[in-house]
């Protein structure tokens, strides 16, 4: 068996998601106060609304870019992928998500979505071409 390691998603992963999901969190926690009766509701929905489709839309753009393809490839990439992805994220993300931003403190949840965007990542990588 041989594995082949995609390093520009590797790269996007490691210089994009990280800290884009860092200030994500840190901004909910900042924006959405836990007194507000519905919070982890209210941060789901902008998560879910709002974070994971710009997000994807950023991953299925810049992917092909980075590996020189060009923006007309690009734009093939994200026609092909982009609402299959964008429906499965909803299916797998949301309920981890909820569990996420409702359980798990603010410091830890950029590691809890790291750990199982491990999968979601293998997912991913079977929709780039």
């Known amino acids: ?18 800290p884009a999901t860092h200030y994500f969190y840190r901004y909910l926690a900042a924006a959405v106060k836990p007194t507000d009766k519905n919070s982890n509701v209210i941060k789901l929905t902008i998560e879910r ?4 489709p710009s997000f994807l839309l950023l991953f299925f ?12 490839a690009a734009h093939d990439n994200f026609k092909v992928g982009y609402l299959p992805s ?9 309920f981890l ?3 996420n931003l409702k359980y798990v403190p603010q410091q830890y949840q950029t590691l809890f979505t790291n750990v199982i965007a491990l999968f979601w990542n293998i997912y991913l990588s079977t929709k780039q071409s």
């Open 49 to 52: 609304l709002f974070f994971a």
């Open 61 to 72: 753009y810049s992917i092909p870019l980075l590996e020189g393809k060009g923006l007309t």
């Open 1 to 18: 068996m041989h594995l082949e390691i995609d390093y520009y998603c590797l790269h996007f992963r490691f210089f994009g998601t990280g």
């Open 97 to 99: 998500q909820y569990i």
């Open 86 to 94: 964008l429906k499965a994220n909803w299916k797998f993300w949301s």
